[in-house]
């Protein structure tokens, strides 16, 4: 939170309009709430294929070698979110076109991954100025964003929210069954870069809110949770939405009233409630008990478009 706002005590109590304009009363809050949303949105919808596809260890490859993209562009005098965008999004066109490859190749990401850290290690060191800039890369930085910035946010989630309501059937014809779906002319290997290519600009956005170590927070912990609750992919989409949003809500209205990072409200949230979820999910967690995922799988199969 901005250091001059620090001197004004902030309004709780059971008065719900007060609160909530006490809450939008600085710009700050306004642009963290407006960015936050998108950002949650885009990651929401997008986690769902992600955890779907099984790529939850790429998404978060994508997120470490962004960090040496965004050091990289400081060092250069740039813009962070030009080096994160150049970074990931080159790196997930790559990891799309492995495809299934990729699956089998955790070793090779790791590595990857390490060594994009300690480049982004070296960037941090080689630059001159304040070290806080690599901090708010690596943890979010969401109550320093401008209202440019949030422009710039929101013209990237618009645009990763379109591509996916695009190849949105396509993309899970061929989640749900690639062999099946080669077969029938969906081209899988183009889908399978595409779809790695708009996750790098929803890692880039969510880069802003969360950082890059605490990305699984936005991206992977909602669809974790939607998937089991429901085996529909569209409510499933709506749902892992609905809860990123909710989990950034709160992680923000709690730091307004806490001088604690909000990365750490957003991930304790988002990791509590997925231990709620496996406590409580109905359907799909018994039929993993019973051994009958590959039953859950052909209801998604069932009723996807």
Do not use: C, N
Not at 256 to 279: D, E, K, Q
Request: charged content about 10%.
């Amino acid at each position: 939170m901005p250091e001059h706002y620090l001197a004004a005590a902030p309004y709780f109590g059971w008065d719900l309009l007060r609160d909530v304009q006490e809450l939008l009363r600085y710009a700050f809050m306004q642009h963290a709430y407006e960015a936050g949303t998108i950002v949650a949105l885009s990651a929401g919808i997008i986690g769902y294929f992600v955890v779907l596809r099984g790529l939850s260890f790429a998404a978060h490859a994508l997120s470490h070698i962004g960090f040496a993209g965004a050091t990289g562009a400081v060092l250069l005098g740039a813009a962070p979110i030009a080096g994160l965008l150049a970074f990931t999004m080159s790196a997930g066109a790559v990891m799309g076109a492995l495809g299934q490859r990729l699956r089998g190749r955790d070793v090779t990401i790791g590595l990857v991954m390490a060594w994009s850290l300690g480049l982004g290690l070296l960037f941090t060191a080689l630059y001159k100025g304040s070290a806080g800039l690599a901090i708010g890369i690596l943890f979010g930085q969401i109550f320093g964003i401008t209202s440019d910035e949030v422009a710039v946010t929101l013209v990237a989630g618009l645009l990763t929210v379109l591509a996916l309501v695009v190849v949105y059937r396509p993309l899970l014809f061929a989640t749900l069954d690639e062999e099946v779906a080669e077969a029938k002319g969906v081209p899988v290997r183009g889908l399978s870069i595409a779809f790695m290519v708009i996750l790098a600009i929803a890692v880039s956005e969510a880069v802003q809110v969360v950082g890059v170590l605490l990305i699984f927070a936005l991206i992977v912990a909602p669809a974790a949770i939607a998937e089991r609750f429901t085996t529909r992919p569209s409510r499933g989409v709506l749902l892992s939405a609905l809860l990123a949003v909710l989990f950034t809500w709160s992680g923000l209205t709690v730091a307004y009233y806490f001088p604690y990072p909000v990365g750490f409200f957003i991930t304790t949230i988002a990791f509590w409630s997925y231990i709620l979820a496996r406590l409580v999910a109905p359907t799909l967690t018994l039929a993993r008990k019973r051994g009958r995922e590959p039953r859950a799988r052909e209801e998604q199969v069932r009723h996807s478009p």
